[in-house]
């Protein structure tokens, strides 16, 4: 998951690392009142999690108090890229007097990390690697050894940049191996009139992996422009919407992802990838049905469970409870295997649901789910 800019600050700062005073805010007053506590003047920044933010107008220097509110309120609400600005950065201005780049970042193919450095930061750094690639430096980092003062030392006379720069390189490496993270980048690292080094843009690329010992970040980043995608994220469900007519629920996301492919190979299309997970309880089948039966292009649905951990009969129960608050509306093809299955299947039998079919294989059950969803 990538930071915003704000939250790459406050990493920064707890590392060592010169960053400029800056509050955050969403509202333009109180952006008028920031910008009186750090001076009057104050550089205006769109916290969006994409770069180019200044060439779409989104960081703006503004004189004073009252341009700091005009000018917070012109960007808030503002569209880069199709990131909605829902805060603002206020940050003290700073004299540049150069601008650098630097970031580390995981080369996975080549199985260690890349520094890369170059004298000529600011905004295009992409168009000075491709025009001039002589201009940026990149030294493989072995992450077993790390960035030591000799190591950045070489990274930052391969670049290029003064010898101030040398400590923040370390730092910055803290950054990346303590905090998680898979890319850290500053862009531009400055040098000021007073020959001060600042960190004045950061993005950091957490490790999803290590969210759970990350979690003073919120949650991951979940742009789910599709309402079923959003509805089911609301209730904690794997799910993901797909194109086709046969809404599929399953336990494992092996199984489910084996499951779209046979309802493929049976002539339909899946209509959603749902993986209600090991222990599959009443309530997870509700909620996991009612998502998909709410999808107006599901004709069927397809539920293929392999009892395991959850036995097939508290999977049959969870399906008979969720036709309780769930009105069924479409048919839905049961296959239940495994554990207690026979069971399981009784449950099913027992409720007697004039919409639920049984199926006893994963092959039979898609043929019958993509039968039902193809025939008008
Ligand atoms: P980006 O466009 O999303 O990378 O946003 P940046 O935070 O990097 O800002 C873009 C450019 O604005 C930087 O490269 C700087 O040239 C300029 N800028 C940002 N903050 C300041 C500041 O405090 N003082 C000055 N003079 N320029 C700034
Ligand atoms: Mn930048």
């Known amino acids: 998951m990538d930071l915003y800019e704000h939250q790459a600050r406050e990493l920064f700062e707890e590392h060592g690392i010169l960053v400029p005073r800056a509050e955050v805010t969403d509202s333009p007053k109180e952006a008028r009142g920031i910008a009186r506590r750090l001076g009057g003047r104050a550089v205006v920044k769109a916290q969006v999690k994409t770069g180019g933010r200044g060439k779409a107008g989104g960081v703006k220097l503004a004189a004073d108090p009252a341009a700091a509110e005009l000018t917070a309120r012109q960007i808030l609400g503002m569209d880069i890229k199709g990131h909605t600005v829902r805060k603002v950065m206020l940050a003290q201005p700073v004299d540049i007097e150069d601008e650098f780049y630097v970031s580390y970042v995981l080369d996975r193919a080549a199985g260690h990390f890349l520094a890369i450095a170059s004298?000529?930061?600011?905004?295009?750094?992409?168009?000075?690697?491709?025009?001039?690639?002589?201009?940026?430096?990149?030294?493989?980092?072995?992450?077993?050894?790390?960035?030591?003062?000799?190591?950045?030392?070489?990274?930052?006379?391969?670049?290029?940049?003064?010898?101030?720069?040398?400590?923040?390189?370390?730092?910055?490496?803290?950054?990346?191996?303590?905090?998680?993270?898979?890319?850290?980048?500053?862009?531009?690292?400055?040098?000021?009139?007073?020959?001060?080094?600042?960190?004045?843009?950061?993005?950091?690329?957490?490790?999803?992996?290590?969210?759970?010992?990350?979690?003073?970040?919120?949650?991951?980043?979940?742009?789910?422009?599709?309402?079923?995608?959003?509805?089911?994220?609301?209730?904690?469900?794997?799910?993901?919407?797909?194109d086709g007519e046969v809404g599929v629920i399953g336990n494992g996301a092996g199984l489910v992802m084996s499951t779209l492919d046979v309802v493929a190979g049976c002539g339909a299309r899946p209509a959603n990838f749902l993986d209600i997970g090991g222990g599959a309880s009443a309530r997870i089948m509700a909620d996991g049905l009612s998502v998909v039966l709410s999808d107006p292009a599901v004709k069927s649905v397809l539920v293929n469970v392999f009892g395991g951990i959850t036995a097939c009969d508290a999977v049959a129960e969870g399906i008979v409870q969720a036709l309780e608050s769930v009105r069924l509306t479409k048919p839905l093809v049961v296959r239940l295997d495994g554990n207690n299955a026979v069971r399981g299947r009784a449950v099913l039998d027992d409720r007697a649901h004039p919409l639920v079919h049984q199926a006893t294989t994963m092959d039979g059950a898609a043929r019958r789910a993509a039968r039902l969803a193809t025939a008008d």
């Open 119 to 242: 004298a000529e930061g600011g905004m295009d750094i992409e168009e000075v690697a491709a025009s001039r690639p002589d201009a940026v430096a990149r030294i493989p980092v072995d992450p077993a050894e790390g960035v030591t003062s000799a190591k950045a030392a070489e990274i930052a006379e391969a670049a290029g940049l003064p010898p101030q720069t040398v400590d923040v390189l370390v730092r910055l490496w803290e950054v990346l191996t303590r905090e998680d993270a898979l890319l850290v980048e500053v862009n531009p690292l400055v040098r000021t009139a007073q020959g001060r080094i600042l960190a004045l843009d950061g993005k950091v690329t957490l490790d999803d992996n290590a969210r759970f010992r990350q979690e003073r970040w919120g949650e991951k980043d979940a742009p789910h422009d599709d309402p079923l995608e959003a509805a089911a994220a609301a209730r904690g469900l794997n799910y993901v919407k797909l």
